[in-house]
């Protein structure tokens, strides 16, 4: 086999390997859930798209989507939504890592990185208010509400009166809402990257010298 198939290999390997890593990470963490003031309570922040930011930085774009499809498959059979939920995670979720990881991809300096994660943060709270008045929140009213959307809205009159419609709804709560957490994530992000993307260049050179000794 020549150098250049044994170091594909190696990279490969490493990638798997992190990528599984990463992706046991997702699935704990999207346990773990916050609630935040002066949001209807069923709006909980998790971090599970942390893994998925470092995997679409240290690895591709790619592999931050498929962190994101992974956790949410394992994540399914838990479901109390009949999938609903975990089909809107993964859509903000990729479309957060996936815009956010080919921005990083193309100039890796920490500024790009900052653009690249407050551009993600963006588009994932703007897709938010898309999915949840097309997808989410109607398959919701369905299951939970007998059909009437307008139980969902007074869960949001009883914070802010003025939210009297769905689309008011999202925009004035789930769009700032979802913005700050893609924020939050970034943050963190950035705070442990540096230290797990040399920690992952040492797996890879490590696994390079052990192959080298087992050829000895």
């Not at 499809?69 to 609903?84: Q, R, Y």
Request: aromatic fraction near 10%; charge should be positive.
């Amino acid at each position: 086999m020549s150098t250049i198939q044994n170091n594909q290999k190696k990279s490969n390997i490493t990638k798997l390997t992190v990528t599984a890593m990463l992706t046991a990470i997702a699935v704990v963490l999207q346990y773990i859930e916050v609630s935040i003031p002066l949001v209807p309570s069923f709006l909980k922040l998790d971090f599970s798209d942390i893994p998925e930011l470092i995997g679409a930085f240290v690895i591709s774009p790619l592999y931050g989507v498929i962190i994101c499809l992974l956790k949410n498959l394992i994540h399914l059979p838990m479901t109390s939504s009949v999938g609903v939920g975990e089909l809107s995670n993964f859509i903000l979720g990729a479309s957060f890592v996936f815009i956010a990881g080919i921005i990083y991809k193309h100039k890796k300096t920490k500024k790009n990185a900052l653009t690249a994660c407050l551009t993600g943060a963006i588009s994932m709270a703007v897709i938010s208010v898309i999915t949840n008045y097309f997808i989410v929140y109607p398959v919701y009213a369905q299951l939970w509400a007998g059909g009437d959307m307008q139980i969902i809205i007074n869960m949001y009159k009883t914070i802010l009166p003025a939210s009297d419609t769905l689309l008011k709804s999202l925009v004035i709560f789930n769009l700032p809402f979802t913005f700050v957490k893609g924020i939050i994530v970034a943050v963190i992000t950035m705070i442990i990257y540096k230290p797990l993307s040399n920690l992952i260049v040492r797996m890879n050179n490590s696994f390079s010298k052990k192959k080298l000794t087992n050829k000895e």
